[in-house]
């Protein structure tokens, strides 16, 4: 019986087979679109999943009050935190200290910088490495243990060559042995790695390690399955005071779970991240799949006027209604089916595209369950969604009036597919208000004055004989004629770099609490950045003269009084400073805020970046080639590595360019889906009104007042999809600003744009079929009467 059930829609589906394309079409790109989209939720909730012990580790971050504010921070544990938890604190089975740092590995000539940790033992353990050469329990038993994932090995000895105990040199300096090799991490992993080495070795000569006041580490803890999370949890919190004596700074538990997907924090308490666009991205899936099934339930029902007969004949030969549902429902289950397989072909082709444009490497892997089983569900959910109402709808025709030829009698039927016609289109305004929105304050905040200029300004790491040779080195570059200066600086310019509070001045009140970042630089940093000296002086080139000096930022200034800032004095504890220049206010850290205040000094010993400023005039490829030249004359045992800081300036973006660039697409998406309905649907009734068109034709009206008559129904559908769309864009876009600090105002002409997008779209579709309606020859039209 279900064999025949096939036959019949496949001979009904043929039959119908302009139509049967729209649907499988419309269907098609609906299953591709939400695929791709449930790809990627996967690969974002799937982070650190591949940790055995991902439900019992635990990161420490630290909470820190400032100005009345409580602030988050990573990498910010003291020292002594990790052995404390573990010792002091029941449930805690293992702890550890790490610190994350880029080293040269080098064997014979193959060199290769790398990032990884410096760990303490229990680290190996937590995040349960599996181990290819070597074991856990011999890892970390020599001082110069190292150990390296199977990737740098082959990179550094080979395929297929056995990297255990052999000796690698590291920063050209120090020798490590390898101890250890483990399996790759896959990308979906929010703490990368592909070296772990003992952290005592970086803890040599560095007495500040064993401080409460010092906080740089990256700190780890797993808790036993038994033990309860907010117990510890409480118990960690009352650590740090309980060691200092001062309110103001507490540690606390952050699951592995939430790394990825719950980052993000204000005032102290965890307020989403990443999981916002997991939940954004998998309700615009279901709406793209929604979308498509609309289409499937409009053409279904508007050629309900061929089928009637078809039904009247059938239910004459003695089909009940159940029979006749299952027979629609086969028929809609079979679209789905054939729909589904041009899907699998479409994401064959697309998925490159798309892991381009998501920058992740995800896997098709048709032949896993979970995967399998979605599309078989996706497959499952179209036909039974898109077929139900025309199912019950085209079943429930009379028989014996449709034998007599009397005209059937649509009901609710039109009401429904213009309702349907309207939510596509008001699905389509959303997208494309989204998607111009989230451009315009993309551009709005890239657009933004930076304080400095971040074009031609390229970074290049401080390793090797870089602090030594620096003089040589920008005196070279600069004598090459593409370089225009060179400084150093102790982080990126765009991050937030180190920072302390509890420093007192001159001429203001309650300062002890503010948050002040440090940079140390070269004297030539203003010059080579572009950032602008207000007030005072720079630095001098003898260091020593300007040991004790400092410059702050106009924020800064501002906290000191109203008079100027040059000549006081900052201080705190034994260290004070003299205020020499006031350098404009410059925007670092985060984007959409604004940054806190920084203290300039002039300790270019204390610097791990490089900041040239190259000359407009030349190519990129001219200026990198004479400075690769000068760094291997100076450098050599080091790769020539340099960043773009507009580039990196740009990858601050990412999540925003993200939710852009797939508005822009589902938006393209939901108009194709939606106008491929209009075009079926004004086939439809073209069709139906052909005598019509016939008669005023006869009777004199124009091809352009046919094609208006024609136009116009679907116009008014389209206007009232606007009309209900704007106000959805608005507070939904209004919603997603209000996370900014510093957005945009969002603009009527915005709103205009896109719906006159909108409705030249649908009118040009719409527009097709009409004037073909309205050219055909009026005799064959009445032929019949």
């Given at each position: 019986?279900?064999?025949?059930?096939l036959k019949i829609a496949w001979r009904n589906l043929w039959k119908n087979k302009g139509y049967t394309a729209l649907n499988i079409f419309g269907l098609a790109i609906g299953i591709t679109c939400a695929s791709l989209i449930l790809l990627w939720v996967e690969d974002?909730?799937?982070?650190?999943?591949?940790?055995?012990?991902?439900?019992?580790?635990?990161?420490?971050?630290?909470?820190?009050?400032?100005?009345?504010?409580?602030?988050?921070?990573?990498?910010?544990?003291?020292?002594?935190?990790?052995?404390?938890?573990?010792?002091?604190?029941?449930?805690?089975?293992?702890?550890?200290?790490?610190?994350?740092?880029?080293?040269?590995?080098?064997?014979?000539?193959?060199?290769?910088?790398?990032?990884?940790?410096?760990?303490?033992?229990?680290f190996i353990s937590m995040f349960s490495l599996s181990?290819?050469?070597?074991?856990?329990?011999?890892?970390?038993?020599?001082?110069?243990?190292?150990?390296?994932?199977?990737?740098?090995?082959?990179?550094?000895?080979?395929?297929?060559?056995?990297?255990?105990?052999?000796?690698?040199?590291?920063?050209?300096?120090?020798?490590?042995?390898?101890?250890?090799?483990?399996?790759?991490?896959?990308?979906?992993?929010?703490?990368?790695?592909?070296?772990?080495?003992p952290f005592e070795r970086f803890a040599v000569g560095k007495d500040w390690i064993n401080d409460y006041q010092n906080g740089f580490a990256d700190t780890f803890v797993e808790l036993t399955p038994e033990a309860d999370f907010e117990t510890v949890n409480a118990k960690v919190e009352k650590l740090i005071p309980s060691k200092t004596g001062k309110e103001g700074k507490y540690a606390f538990l952050h699951p592995m779970k939430d790394w990825h997907l719950r980052s993000g924090f204000e005032n102290g308490k965890k307020v989403g991240g990443q999981i916002t666009y997991v939940r954004l991205f998998s309700l615009i899936a279901i709406i793209i799949l929604l979308i498509a099934c609309i289409n499937f339930m409009n053409l279904s029902t508007a050629s309900s006027e061929k089928r009637a007969k078809e039904v009247g004949v059938r239910k004459v030969l003695g089909?009940?209604?159940?029979?006749?549902?299952?027979?629609?429902?086969?028929?809609?289950?079979?679209?789905?089916?054939?729909?589904?397989?041009?899907?699998?072909?479409?994401?064959?082709?697309?998925?490159?595209?798309?892991?381009?444009?998501v920058q992740k490497q995800i896997d098709l892997n048709f032949f896993s369950y979970i995967h399998l089983f979605s599309?078989?569900?996706?497959?499952?959910?179209?036909?039974?969604?898109?077929?139900?109402?025309?199912?019950?709808?085209?079943?429930?025709?009379?028989?014996?009036?449709?034998?007599?030829?009397?005209?059937?009698?649509?009901?609710?039927?039109?009401?429904?597919?213009?309702?349907?016609?309207?939510?596509?289109?008001?699905?389509?305004?959303?997208?494309?208000?989204?998607?111009?929105?989230?451009?315009q304050q993309i551009e709005h905040v890239k657009s933004r004055d930076m304080g400095y200029d971040r074009e031609n300004l390229i970074q290049l790491p401080v390793n090797g004989n870089v602090l030594k040779d620096l003089i040589p080195i920008k005196q070279e570059m600069i004598a090459s004629g593409t370089v225009e200066n060179v400084a150093l600086l102790n982080t990126s310019i765009l991050s937030g770099g180190s920072n302390s509070s509890g420093w007192e001045w001159q001429g203001g009140k309650d300062t002890r609490d503010v948050l002040i970042s440090h940079r140390f630089i070269s004297a030539d940093f203003f010059d080579t950045t572009g950032l602008e000296i207000i007030e005072g002086h720079g630095f001098s080139d003898?260091?020593?003269?300007?040991?004790?000096?400092?410059?702050?930022?106009?924020?800064?200034?501002?906290?000191?009084?109203?008079?100027?800032?040059?000549?006081?004095?900052?201080?705190?504890?034994?260290?004070?400073?003299?205020?020499?220049?006031?350098?404009?206010?410059?925007?670092?850290?985060?984007?959409?805020?604004?940054?806190?205040?920084?203290?300039?000094?002039?300790?270019?010993?204390?610097?791990?970046?490089?900041?040239?400023?190259?000359?407009?005039?030349?190519?990129?490829?001219?200026i990198l080639a004479s400075m690769e030249k000068v760094m291997k004359k100076y450098n050599p045992a080091f790769p020539f590595e340099y960043e773009?800081?507009?580039?990196?300036?740009?990858?601050?973006?990412?999540?925003?360019?993200?939710?852009?660039?797939?508005?822009?697409?589902?938006?393209?998406?939901?108009?194709?889906?939606?106008?491929?309905?209009?075009?079926?649907?004004?086939?439809?009734?073209?069709?139906?009104?052909?005598?019509?068109?016939?008669?005023?034709?006869?009777?004199?009206?124009?091809?352009?007042?046919?094609?208006?008559?024609?136009?116009?129904?679907?116009?008014?559908?389209?206007?009232?999809?606007?009309?209900?769309?704007?106000?959805?864009?608005?507070?939904?876009?209004?919603?997603?600003?209000?996370?900014f600090a510093y957005r945009i105002e969002i603009q009527w002409w915005v709103f205009a744009l896109a719906g006159i997008i909108a409705l030249g779209i649908a009118l040009l579709t719409v527009s097709f079929q009409s004037i073909r309606a309205a050219l055909t020859n009026p005799v064959k039209s009445l032929r019949t009467e």
């Open positions: 019986m279900f064999r025949n059930y974002e909730v799937n982070y650190d999943k591949v940790f055995p012990k991902r439900d019992q580790v635990y990161y420490v971050p630290t909470n820190n009050l400032f100005e009345g504010e409580w602030r988050t921070f990573y990498e910010s544990a003291p020292g002594p935190l990790a052995k404390a938890i573990k010792d002091e604190i029941p449930g805690v089975i293992g702890s550890a200290r790490t610190v994350g740092e880029n080293l040269l590995f080098t064997v014979n000539d193959n060199g290769i910088n790398k990032n990884g940790r410096y760990v303490d033992p229990d181990f290819v050469e070597g074991g856990m329990a011999n890892a970390f038993k020599d001082f110069d243990a190292i150990v390296i994932s199977k990737k740098l090995a082959t990179q550094l000895f080979g395929q297929g060559t056995k990297a255990l105990g052999k000796v690698i040199k590291v920063n050209n300096e120090s020798n490590y042995r390898v101890t250890g090799v483990f399996e790759d991490l896959p990308n979906n992993v929010t703490i990368k790695f592909d070296w772990v080495a089909s009940n209604k159940n029979r006749l549902i299952i027979q629609f429902m086969a028929e809609a289950l079979l679209t789905a089916t054939m729909a589904t397989l041009v899907s699998v072909l479409l994401l064959v082709l697309l998925l490159p595209m798309f892991n381009t444009l599309l078989l569900g996706i497959n499952l959910i179209c036909g039974v969604l898109a077929g139900w109402y025309p199912a019950f709808y085209l079943s429930s025709f009379k028989p014996i009036k449709i034998i007599k030829g009397v005209k059937v009698k649509e009901g609710s039927a039109p009401i429904i597919r213009k309702g349907l016609v309207v939510a596509q289109f008001t699905v389509s305004i959303v997208f494309i208000i989204s998607t111009i929105i989230v451009y003898k260091v020593a003269l300007d040991s004790t000096n400092v410059l702050i930022t106009q924020s800064l200034a501002k906290l000191m009084g109203d008079e100027s800032a040059v000549g006081k004095t900052i201080h705190r504890d034994e260290d004070a400073y003299t205020v020499i220049g006031v350098v404009k206010d410059f925007l670092y850290g985060n984007m959409y805020k604004t940054s806190d205040p920084v203290m300039f000094f002039n300790y270019p010993q204390y610097t791990y970046n490089m900041y040239v400023r190259a000359k407009s005039g030349y190519t990129m490829t001219s773009f800081v507009d580039e990196a300036f740009s990858s601050k973006f990412k999540s925003e360019k993200l939710v852009g660039s797939l508005s822009k697409i589902f938006a393209l998406l939901a108009i194709v889906i939606s106008c491929l309905g209009l075009f079926g649907l004004s086939t439809f009734t073209a069709e139906q009104r052909r005598k019509e068109i016939g008669i005023r034709k006869v009777l004199g009206a124009s091809v352009a007042k046919i094609s208006q008559m024609l136009s116009m129904d679907f116009a008014k559908l389209v206007l009232l999809g606007l009309l209900i769309g704007f106000p959805l864009a608005y507070f939904s876009m209004e919603n997603w600003l209000e996370g």
